[in-house]
């Protein structure tokens, strides 16, 4: 049986975006309540009953979540144009040696607006 489990996470943090273009708002430094959701996809262990503990993941993602929480993202070797793509693509490339169902990673920037990137 093959599932998509998702293991959410939150932090705060601040960014400007130098370049969106002039007299746009996000050119001024500002913050979000960022939602990360981590996806993971594959088949269920008959023995355990699960794809993965989702103990494990937190193991793995919460370390990179508490770095960039209450930050100024464009100071973060790797995020200085951080929109939601490149924070997406960010978080990727720091957990999928360690995740190998990694399937997604949707970073949600407000309630309405979010970037789901799923590997290269």
Not at 59 to 65: G, Q, R
């Amino acid at each position: 049986m093959e599932v998509e489990l998702v293991k959410t996470f939150y932090f705060d943090a601040a960014h400007s975006l130098a370049a969106a273009p002039d007299g746009h708002k996000c050119r001024q430094m500002h913050g979000h309540g960022y939602r990360v959701d981590i996806h993971v996809t594959g088949q269920v262990d008959p023995q355990a009953g699960w794809l993965m503990d989702f103990g494990d993941l937190k193991k793995i993602v919460a370390p990179l979540i508490d770095s960039l929480d209450h930050k100024n993202l464009n100071e973060i070797d790797g995020l200085a144009n951080s929109t939601s793509e490149m924070l997406a693509k960010y978080l990727w490339d720091h957990i999928a040696a360690d995740i190998p169902q990694l399937s997604g990673v949707t970073v949600w920037e407000s309630s309405t607006s979010r970037c789901i990137y799923r590997g290269k």
